[in-house]
């Protein structure tokens, strides 16, 4: 498996790959490493639907942090995630520098309006900028027909959908389902900084969205009942700080007054010093 380090390297690889496999496509799996479980669904998914074509990037970017946020400490275990990429079907990976990805002077961002403010947007403003900018700058260096993304990051997937089409950058975005732990805490690269008892009150985002499931199998439709109860269940955590509990439109990240197929329940909660998201789409 090749390591590259320049857009112009990663360029010609995807372009030496279409005229060898003619008629073929790329997939991109952005990353910004400390791989897991859940990455390596995606990673699987893309080789399964480009046959091995597959190009994992590992960058944890600066611009889609704040300035107190966790950038400085964030996970980074290159050596393992390469060994992973590898293992699940990765061709390449794609592993710049910061320079790299924003040369000297660079004054060029990305800003999806109205969406960026939004869920994870308002609580971490610049962030979806951040998250924006350096994808179309992936997508732009890989040329792929393909980019795969995981649930878990839904608004994250609202705002790369519609940058895609506004941009008509060519590339399809696929959602892989969200990978959880037996007990359902969803997977993050996150999760190494909860202690023990965090990770049990870590919990509680997972049982607050199960209950919206269950509440509308049950036949509920109502959001303000809905939501209730979804605070009802983070009240029994009384050490977890909610930030945010919606029901909204997965297209516009609108909040909805009644549950309809396709809702996004999503949730963020501070869990020690640790910021966790979770969600699901409800049927």
């Not at 390596?40 to 046959?51: F, G, Q």
């Not at 400490?73 to 293992?87: G, I, M, S, V």
Request: with cysteine; glycine share 8%; net charge neutral.
């Amino acid at each position: 498996m090749q390591i590259l380090k320049t857009v112009e390297e990663l360029r010609r690889w995807s372009r030496a790959q279409r005229c060898e496999y003619a008629g073929g496509g790329i997939a991109l799996v952005p990353t910004m490493g400390a791989l897991h479980a859940g990455h390596a669904s995606l990673i699987r998914a893309a080789a399964e639907a480009r046959r091995g074509r597959v190009a994992v990037s590992i960058f944890v970017n600066p611009t889609q942090f704040g300035p107190n946020e966790d950038f400085a400490r964030y996970p980074r275990t290159f050596k393992a995630d390469c060994a992973l990429a590898e293992r699940e079907g990765a061709t390449v990976i794609f592993a710049p520098s910061v320079e790299e990805m924003y040369p000297a002077g660079a004054t060029t961002f990305v800003d999806v309006e109205g969406l960026s403010e939004r869920l994870d947007g308002a609580s971490r403003p610049g962030h979806f900028r951040g998250v924006a900018t350096v994808v179309a700058k992936l997508l732009n260096a890989a040329e792929p027909d393909l980019a795969f993304f995981g649930q878990k990051d839904a608004a994250q997937v609202a705002v790369l959908r519609r940058m895609v089409d506004d941009l008509r950058l060519g590339a399809k975005i696929v959602v892989c389902p969200i990978v959880r732990e037996g007990d359902g805490l969803a997977l993050s690269s996150r999760n190494v900084y909860l202690s023990a008892e965090e990770r049990k009150q870590a919990l509680v985002l997972s049982h607050a969205v199960r209950r919206v499931e269950s509440m509308v199998a049950g036949g509920e439709r109502q959001s303000a009942a809905l939501l209730e109860a979804a605070r009802g269940v983070f009240a029994e955590e009384p050490t977890v700080r909610v930030d945010y509990i919606e029901l909204v439109d997965w297209e516009t990240l609108w909040a909805v007054l009644r549950a309809a197929p396709g809702t996004l329940c999503a949730v963020a909660a501070w869990v020690g010093k640790t910021r966790l998201i979770d969600n699901t789409i409800l049927q």
